[in-house]
């Protein structure tokens, strides 16, 4: 049974603190992906990664950073949490390169409901 | 620029069929996926259309057309627990990466 797993499902930060988001899946895919989620907007990109040590920004990178030291776990930092990070945040991971017209499904976590004061 | 359409919410009878729209303008495609996301779940695949026309899968079909940047998601004798948001997303033909719609929710009456 595929898996991906967030490290909180709920976590309340105050402003100004660095707050770390961990994801791990076990299904050894090379791609792995940060959202978030807000009403109206839907997901967006904030960062992925296509392999161990490589990252690259999504569409809203700013206030973000990653690192993925493993395969399997990639983590998600906010260097110095606003109130206007408070969110729901979803990971995702995928398996490679898809042949072409075909597709490899990716996975989400659960999520982690992230509240700043 | 990336941009995809659906309507926000919407609303049918239990036993119903919906149909539920996307349009999107984005720069490259490399397919159509649909996902369902009950509240306070993760999303879920759904379904995956890279070619134009209909796919078909139990109770939910998908149609593509490229030339029109439009898809819909077809939900037929509707259930109570088919209410949940439905998020389209195209695939850039640069690797996996994914852009979202912002989502239909969808509630389903008795």
């Known amino acids: 049974d595929v898996k991906v797993t967030q490290s909180s499902r709920y976590l309340v930060k105050r402003t100004g603190e660095k707050v770390f988001l961990e994801c791990v899946q076990d299904m050894d895919h090379e791609n792995m992906f940060w959202y978030r989620q807000d009403p109206g907007l839907g997901l967006r990109l904030i960062y992925f990664?296509?392999?161990?040590?490589?990252?690259e920004k999504g569409d809203i990178p700013e206030g973000y950073s990653v690192s993925r030291e493993k395969k399997e776990r990639f983590s998600l930092i906010l260097e110095s949490a606003s109130t206007n990070q408070t969110s729901m945040y979803l990971c995702?991971?995928?398996?490679?390169?898809?042949?072409?017209?075909?597709?490899?499904?990716?996975?989400f976590g659960p999520g982690t409901r992230l509240t700043v004061l | 620029g990336q941009n995809i359409d659906q309507p926000t919410e919407m609303t049918a009878t239990e036993g119903a069929i919906v149909q539920i729209n996307c349009t999107y303008q984005?720069?490259?495609?490399?397919?159509l996926f649909w996902y369902q996301q009950h509240a306070g779940e993760a999303p879920t695949f759904l379904s995956y259309?890279?070619?134009?026309g209909l796919e078909e899968k139990g109770r939910f079909s998908s149609f593509l057309s490229r030339s029109k940047g439009y898809s819909y998601l077809l939900l037929k004798e509707l259930q109570m627990k088919d209410s949940a948001s439905y998020l389209c997303a195209v695939r850039s033909p640069y690797g996996n990466k994914l852009v979202f719609g912002a989502g239909t929710i969808l509630r389903v009456k008795s």
């Open positions: 990664s296509y392999d161990v040590k490589m990252k």
């Open positions: 995702a991971s995928i398996r490679g390169l898809a042949a072409l017209g075909s597709y490899n499904e990716q996975f």
């Open positions: 984005t720069s490259g495609f490399n397919g």
């Open positions: 259309n890279v070619l134009d």
